[in-house]
């Protein structure tokens, strides 16, 4: 069909132009020509007078050309006009729409140019630039922003007990007279590097979000069983610290929302949460939080912590599940290494009893495990077990 | 006397054309009644080709209102390079094409095709009768036939059909539809011989 139109447009533009002789050429060379012919107004002086004089001549292509005016003046008598009505309501529609149109118009006149949709659609680079800007501001400004504003809103209702501190880098006479003088009433404090004047606040989960804690340093505690001193840093527009113990609600509350998002988060600022965690492993909301890392995070150092911080507690149902599933499945190692020997010492005190599952998995671990040092203190625990037995 | 007459004439088209650029500017300048003024001027022109192009009124308006609502929303980017005829209508056109490729593509938006009752009556006979008079048989045969070249039409690409509506049922140059479908004369002539060769093709051979 293609190669047909082809061969028809070559022979057309022959004839058009006048490239083949006359005498030479077949009715069919004259074809498009006679459609132009019909078509009025659209051969010139000289190709009308050579079709005319073809024409003259060849009873064909005059056939052909009364044919083509045929067509269309039967197309032309049967092609319908849209009556008044269509028009009417064509016109009725139009109006209405140009008044929606006129009435949501305005604005883009008025504010056009100012769109962001107007001038940025003709410059991608300037689009790409916003989009990143804008995501930016979202994604890193925005929940500093939201932090700062909850601490703020924070301070009027919870400042009860809190001591403010000063700060090392903006000391006030007046707050370090605070500070003196409330020391006593509260281990917690907040600080802020920023504003010597920024009121203390009790900081809470909703104030201080995980994702801001920057580190946390640990101060051994004067002697006796004392927890130690912590201190969590935060980054913010306006750094801040708090300092307290594990017994504070808000470190607490701070340190469990480290180590629950401890996947997100660099695994050293995790570990130091889970040594200070260590002392109160058998606060159920801690020794859970606990479990969850052990079972959970992705890093074995992380892991290993987790467990060393459950070392020494209650041989909760939680506790010893979790040691056994950390036998039994985890990957690494020390992990294991860790596990069994918390078990074993649990076994050596008699603080566990014949557990079908963890005797089926110290079994497991005496026969499988690729660890001597782990199928050597699965053997010893399962005789500590049923020794005590 | 002649030439006092086609001197008369441009000077008319020059007022015309002079009238019409002042309408546009006050359009642009928002000036609504200058708009409506405009598309009363060829509104008609509009929808005729509208709804030559496709079968049902309803597309013809859709075809109509999206054209001047187009035009409309553009205004201000006319730049009297060309007439404001030939602005409009390129921008109907694009529409139309759109609309065409559209129904094109999603078959199942047609119109239930008319049914084929040619009785096996040469075409050109009923051709014939079909304008012999009000005689409701000879309606009825006018309508059939009607119905045939409508057929015969859809058998015509959207750029064929628009090239051969333009050209014959709108009387324009086939440069001007080239330069309306943003195309060369050339590519216009021939899909003009493209859609005569059809309809000839399909209208011919129930002779």
């Keep these: ?389 | 006397m002649t030439v006092a007459v086609q001197g008369d004439a441009s000077r008319a088209a020059a007022a015309q054309a002079a009238e019409e650029q002042a309408l546009v500017r006050k359009a642009q300048a928002g000036d609504r009644a200058a708009f409506d003024d405009l598309v009363r001027r060829y509104d008609r022109e509009v929808l005729r080709l509208a709804s030559r192009l496709v079968q049902r009124p309803e597309d013809a308006r859709d075809i109509y209102q999206e054209g001047f609502l187009r035009a409309y929303r553009n205004l201000h980017r006319f730049r009297f390079e060309c007439s404001f005829y030939t602005w409009l209508y390129r921008i109907v056109t694009n529409t139309a094409l759109d609309h065409l490729r559209r129904r094109t593509s999603r078959p199942e938006d047609q119109p239930p095709a008319p049914r084929e009752e040619d009785g096996g009556k040469d075409f050109f006979d009923k051709q014939a009768d079909a304008g012999a008079g009000a005689n409701p048989e000879k309606a009825l045969l006018g309508q059939e036939i009607g119905q045939q070249i409508e057929q015969a039409m859809k058998t015509l690409s959207p750029r064929e059909r628009m090239v051969f509506e333009m050209k014959h049922y709108h009387g324009m140059r086939l440069r001007a539809i080239g330069d309306m479908l943003g195309t060369s004369e050339e590519t216009a002539k021939n899909s003009l011989f493209r859609a005569t060769r059809k309809l000839r093709a399909h209208l011919s051979g129930i002779r």
């Excluded at chain 1, 039994?328 to 069994?340: E, L, P, T, Y």
């Design chain 1, 1 to 389: 069909m293609n190669a047909h139109n082809d061969d028809n447009n070559a022979r057309f533009s022959n004839v058009h132009r006048g490239g083949i002789d006359p005498a030479a050429q077949t009715c069919r060379d004259w074809e498009d020509l006679i459609v132009l012919a019909a078509a009025n107004d659209e051969l010139d002086a000289a190709e009308l007078a050579r079709l005319n004089s073809h024409l003259a001549g060849c009873a064909n292509c005059t056939a052909a050309l009364a044919r083509e005016n045929n067509l269309l003046r039967m197309l032309a008598e049967h092609a319908a006009e849209p009556s008044g009505a269509l028009l009417a309501s064509c016109r009725a529609s139009l109006e209405d729409a140009l008044d929606r149109e006129e009435e949501h118009g305005w604005i883009s006149r008025m504010f056009g140019p100012i769109l962001p949709a107007n001038w940025l659609a003709p410059r991608p680079a300037w689009s790409a630039a916003v989009l990143l800007a804008a995501g930016f501001a979202v994604g890193i400004l925005a929940p500093r922003a939201v932090v700062q504003i909850a601490a703020r809103h924070g301070y009027a209702g919870r400042v009860a007990g809190v001591a403010a501190t000063p700060s090392p880098a903006a000391p006030s006479t007046a707050n370090a007279e605070t500070a003196g003088n409330d020391s006593s009433a509260s281990d917690t404090a907040f600080e802020s590097s920023n504003s010597a004047k920024a009121p203390a606040f009790s900081p809470g989960p909703l104030d201080l979000h995980y994702a801001d804690v920057a580190g946390i340093n640990v101060s051994p505690s004067g002697g006796g069983s004392a927890p130690p001193e912590v201190v969590l840093h935060f980054n913010a527009q306006q750094p801040s610290t708090v300092r307290g113990t594990v017994n504070d609600d808000d470190v607490k509350s701070v340190l469990l929302d480290v180590i629950r998002h401890s996947n997100r988060l660099d695994p050293d600022i995790c570990m130091n949460a889970l040594d200070v965690l260590h002392s109160c492993n058998n606060d159920p909301e801690v020794r859970a939080a606990l479990c969850r890392v052990v079972r959970e995070d992705a890093n074995p150092n992380v892991r290993l912590k987790a467990l060393q911080a459950l070392d020494g507690s209650d041989p909760e149902d939680i506790v010893r599940n979790t040691l056994v599933d950390a036998l039994a499945g985890d990957q690494n190692s020390d992990v294991r290494i860790q596990a069994v020997d918390e078990l074993r010492d649990w076994a050596a005190s008699g603080q566990v009893g014949p557990d079908k599952r963890m005797l089926s998995v110290l079994r497991s671990r005496v026969q499988s495990d690729p660890d001597d040092y782990v199928r050597a203190q699965s053997a010893a625990t399962i005789r500590e077990i049923a020794a005590k037995q």
